[in-house]
T-cell receptor
Framework: GQQVMQIPQYQHVQEGEDFTTYCNSS?????IQWYKQRPGGHPVFLIQ?????EVKKQKRLTFQFGEAKKNSSLHITATQTTDVGTYFC???????????FGAGTRLFVKA | DTEVTQTPKHLVMGMTNKKSLKCEQH?????MYWYKQKAKKPPELMFV???????INESVPSRFSPECPNSSLLNLHLHALQPEDSALYLC????????????FGPGTRLTVT
């Protein structure tokens, strides 16, 4: 069945350092979504990528969707303590009916 | 209004109890979801309702029974749960099934004793 792998599992950074999380699928995706879950909170939608090779930016966050639509990344420039949380990618198979969440990457930022 | 509400926030129940979780949205979304989330794990899809009809049941045990009374409400009826069912239960909604972002509620923290 469809699987969405996400690495790393954890990342500890010093405030001001950059951070990247990667997502890989065994099958071609129709889209990839990214969510952020703060400690004790619920997932909050960040962005959706649909096109092959698409790149989108939200302030310090840069999202990419691979050319083959099988991988994606989220890059945060100059992390801040407010970036703390778990970042999930979520992908939907081409022709599939459900969105599968990656395992998530927990980001810890030390001030 | 982009909010999904869930009640109760916390629930403690015994294995012989019957309880219900409630979810509500007023965004006009036609797809609604139940997820189960264990600590340090991703949300795990349980059920999907599309236009008030059950669209996906991820082989969830029958002690969990979903209900969609109307397009704004989603319930999850619980009966004879096991301690391993303790988790955060998240409700979400989206414009419809398909390539649309999901809006999550704050969740119900369930403890089964």
């Amino acid at each position: 069945g469809q699987q969405v792998m996400q690495i790393p599992q954890y990342q500890h950074v010093q405030e001001g350092e950059d951070f990247t999380t990667y997502c890989n699928s065994s099958t071609t995706l129709s889209n990839i979504q990214w969510y952020k879950q703060r400690p004790g909170g619920h997932p909050v939608f960040l962005i959706q990528l649909v096109k092959s090779g698409e790149v989108k930016k939200q302030k310090r966050l840069t999202f990419q969707f691979g050319e083959a639509k099988k991988n994606s990344s989220l890059h945060i420039t100059a992390t801040q303590t407010t970036d703390v949380g778990t970042y999930f990618c979520a992908g939907r198979n081409t022709g599939g009916f459900k969105t599968i969440f990656g395992a998530g990457t927990r980001l810890f930022v030390k001030a | 209004d982009t909010e999904v509400t869930q009640t109760p926030k916390h629930l403690v129940m015994g294995m012989t109890n019957k309880k219900s979780l409630k979810c509500e949205q007023h965004m006009g979304h036609r797809a609604m979801y139940w997820y189960k989330q264990k600590a340090k794990k991703p949300p795990e899809l349980m059920f999907v309702y599309s236009y008030e009809k059950l669209s996906i049941n991820e082989s969830v045990p029958s002690r969990f029974s979903p209900e969609c009374p109307n397009s704004s409400l989603l319930n999850l009826h619980l009966h004879a749960l096991q301690p391993e069912d303790s988790a955060l239960y998240l409700c979400a909604s989206s414009q419809s099934e398909g390539d649309y972002e999901q809006y999550f509620g704050p969740g119900t923290r369930l403890t089964v004793t």
